[in-house]
């Protein structure tokens, strides 16, 4: 008697034409088929997966013995290379409220920011939201969170992420350039020698100020005028206060917020931020107001923008300029400093792109933003001063979904901590990783390094939104100096070091000498 199996197999073979054998035989191949696919999700199941509490690390005791008692709340980047050679790649971490994973490697750091999802988020506890919150004030590019973010990001990244947009405000820059290399020849003159600037990151921060002000607010605000205006320096002083007092109010417990004077000061430093932008962003809006009833067409660059094209409100046009106009400051200003540190103390490298810039652009005419591409040696030396230096030492990230790292598994909302620092002067990644060598990034000079081993403006969507602009104020600046000046340290410099006030910058005052060469 034939089993019913037997007759629906032979029927089937009969309606499909595959012979019964085959059938079989396919039939066979699914089950097992399936049957390995529920196998390989039992063992995935049963994966024996390591966790945060298998990474080695330090105790809370021992980072409060290095962040305090020894004193590296400001030098934060070389306590993780401390850590780094102690603990390997990657290590735990907590201080504080924080729980951290520390990335130390560009192959784990890729891994980390490839899961990052539609939007990322750098922190859970956020300083600048906060005081958002505490002032009942919109959020910005660097506070918003989720979809909103990606909505507020996607309005702002026009007219400023694309090379295309930098290129626009090449005659802003150059107005800003041309007043900045007039205050040198003033410091110069002013000085007891005659062509020493002290402190020039001091100086390159208010030239990046006044410079992205410019862009922004589409006035300029007088940080380079001999007399500075009150507002003006007050503002300046309130970023400052604002910063110092962020390392502070990051790492010291919640309960010392109404014992210790730094968060009132964090909060007193962004009040003032806030009331110059919004001082400055309602006389534009008054303008555009007036116009519009004179039946005058609306026109200008990005502020002007923000302000007509109905999608922002006023508040989160404050919210978002007071962070725009915090994001490339110190990049150019630390950024130009390192470079021309480093260029001052190599006189070859010094003359090599002296000669490229003048070969690039006759001294009949002032460097346009096409003229960057003929000067490679130029860009590298941005780059490198950007490795060595990147103005965001550490970086973070919170996924919000499980991630699963080689052997390791997380849950959803860990906080990873993006060490470039350590990563970018790491000599598995870069050959005599500790050398001042732009050559490295040329096309011709041989080295390769892990595309993540230095990423100084951040990656995907989260990238900094001033990334071409500061790049563009970086490089025209430093092609207009180095053809004007031949420059070299203060006798009295000695080594500067790096220091973390939230950014990396000089640990002293970079002071140089700018000799006027004789061809310019």
């Known amino acids: 008697m034939v089993s019913p199996l037997l007759r629906r197999c032979f029927l089937s073979s009969i309606r499909t034409g ?63 290379r401390i850590y780094h050679k102690r603990y390997g790649p ?17 192959e784990l750091l890729e891994l980390v920011v490839r899961q990052e999802g539609r939007y990322p988020l750098r922190t859970e506890y956020d300083l600048w939201r906060e005081h958002r919150e505490v002032r009942n004030m919109a959020y ?34 150059n107005e800003v350039v041309s007043d900045f290399m007039v205050k040198l020849q003033d410091l110069r003159k002013e000085s007891p020698t005659g062509d020493t600037v002290t402190d020039v990151a001091n100086e390159l921060y208010r030239f990046a100020l006044e410079g992205i002000s410019y862009i922004l607010f589409e006035k300029r605000i007088g940080c380079l005028e001999k007399e500075i205006p009150q507002e003006t320096q007050v503002f300046i002083n309130s970023i400052g206060e604002m910063l110092r007092n962020s390392v502070y109010a990051t790492y010291l417990p919640l309960w010392t917020r109404n014992v ?25 809006m008054s303008e555009i107001q007036a116009r519009l009833e004179k039946g005058e067409e609306v026109q200008g660059e990005y502020l002007t923008y923000l302000l007509s094209n109905g999608k922002l409100t ?11 106009l915090l994001a490339g400051v110190d990049t150019t200003s630390n950024t130009l400093s390192w470079s021309l540190y480093h260029l001052a ?33 130029l860009r590298s030396v941005i780059k490198e001063a950007l490795r060595l230096y990147p103005v965001v030492p550490t970086n973070a990230r919170i996924i919000d979904e499980e991630v699963t790292i080689r052997d390791y598994k997380f849950p959803k909302n860990t906080l990873f901590v993006l060490n470039h620092f350590t990563i970018s002067r790491d000599e598995a990644n870069f050959q005599d990783p500790e050398k001042f060598y732009p050559q490295r990034w040329l096309r011709d000079g041989g080295m390769k390094h892990h595309p993540f081993s230095s990423i100084p403006f951040g990656y995907g969507i ?59």
């Open 18 to 80: 595959v012979p019964l054998l085959q059938a079989s035989s396919a039939r066979g191949s699914q089950h097992r088929a399936v049957t390995g696919a529920a196998t390989v999700g039992v063992k995935e199941r049963e994966r024996k997966w390591k966790t945060y509490d298998d990474l080695p690390g330090p105790s809370l005791i021992t980072n409060l013995y290095w962040f305090f008692l020894r004193g590296y709340v400001m030098h934060v980047h070389e306590l993780q």
């Open 90 to 106: 990657w290590w735990k971490s907590t201080i504080g409220r924080y729980k951290m994973v520390q990335i130390a490697d560009p």
């Open 140 to 173: 910005g590019p660097f506070s918003e969170r989720g979809a909103k973010w990606h909505s507020l990001r996607t309005v702002l990244n026009q007219r400023l992420l694309r090379p295309a947009d930098a290129k626009n405000y090449a005659g802003c820059i």
């Open 260 to 284: 210790l004077p730094f968060w009132g000061a964090f909060l007193s430093g962004w009040d003032r931020i806030f009331a110059f932008g919004a001082k400055l962003i309602d006389k534009k």
């Open 314 to 324: 006023m508040s989160e046009v404050y919210g978002s300029v007071a962070e725009l």
């Open 345 to 377: 103390k190599d006189p070859e490298l010094q003359q090599a792109m002296y000669e490229e810039v003048t070969k690039a652009v006759p001294m009949s005419r002032i460097p346009a933003a096409d003229d960057i591409t003929h000067m490679p040696l």
């Open 462 to 520: 989260r990238a900094c939104v001033g990334k071409r602009i500061a790049e563009l104020e970086m490089h025209l600046a430093l092609s207009r100096i180095i053809r004007i000046f031949e420059v070299m340290p203060d006798p009295k410099l000695g080594n500067v070091k790096p220091i973390t006030r939230i950014i990396l910058c000089p640990g002293q005052p970079i002071n140089l000498r700018f000799i006027e060469r004789r061809s310019g």
